[in-house]
């Protein structure tokens, strides 16, 4: 059995289900999701591929309460979304997300962008400023946090946008081409950033967007979608590999 399946068969609450998902746009005229179907284990990585607009970001920023379906269920952590009262606080406590372009403010230095996230979470701003600092480091920045993300290579912004992620210790990292137009070297850099992420914190539970072949292999799991729904998902391609 491969480490998806492993993760499926022990079980437990799934991290994400997504059960007939529809997201329209335009009064139905484009259709983003069209019955899109997916569940992820707890601690499973999934790679999510597909043609451009077939629903990737979409799917993301659903599970991310950024938006919310036309029709169908989301649950994370066994919970129906649509219930949440409050979004901001369901974002905080469950998901870190790393946009498609990064989005972090030109304005504010690499530190301040990681600490915004944490606004809200009551802690004080010192301790704030710490876990910045101790993020970035983490991601191989510890030098660069007060300058501003217009001063940083491509890769160095995706690894902030990735710090600023992970500051609230999501259960759920949502992902969105992290290694977008980067070169193999920066690539390398994050797979090993995701790698070692993992190995700290093997309960997170991990989608990404990529169209990097590399990426995709790095994860346990590799779902393609079109046209708004799951085309291929190959859970279990582990143990469909002949012995050797
Ligand atoms: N806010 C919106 N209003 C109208 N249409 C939208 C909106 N957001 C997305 N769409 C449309 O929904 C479809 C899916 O978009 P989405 O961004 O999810 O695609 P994607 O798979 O992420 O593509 P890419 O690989 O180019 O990032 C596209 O046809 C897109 O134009
Ligand atoms: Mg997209």
Known sequence: MGRSEERH??????AVELIAVRKYFDAGAIKALDGLDLSVARGESVAVSGPSGCGKSTMLHLIAALDTPTSGMIRVGGQDISLEHDLAR???????????????LAQLSARQNV????FGTGQSSRKRRERA???????GLSGSGERSPTRLSGGERQRVAIARALA?????????EPTGSLDEASVDLILELFKRLRAERPELTIILVTHDARVAASADRI????YGRV???????HSERPAS
């Open 9 to 14: 068969a022990a079980r437990g609450t799934p």
């Open 90 to 104: 369901y974002r905080r406590a469950h998901i870190g997300l790393v946009f498609q372009l990064h989005h972090l």
């Open 115 to 118: 600490e915004i996230s944490m």
């Open 133 to 139: 600092r101790s993020l970035l480091a983490d991601v």
């Open 168 to 176: 609230n210790s999501p259960e759920l990292l949502l992902a969105d």
């Open 223 to 226: 779902v393609a979608l079109r």
């Open 231 to 237: 085309e291929d998902d190959d859970l279990g391609r």
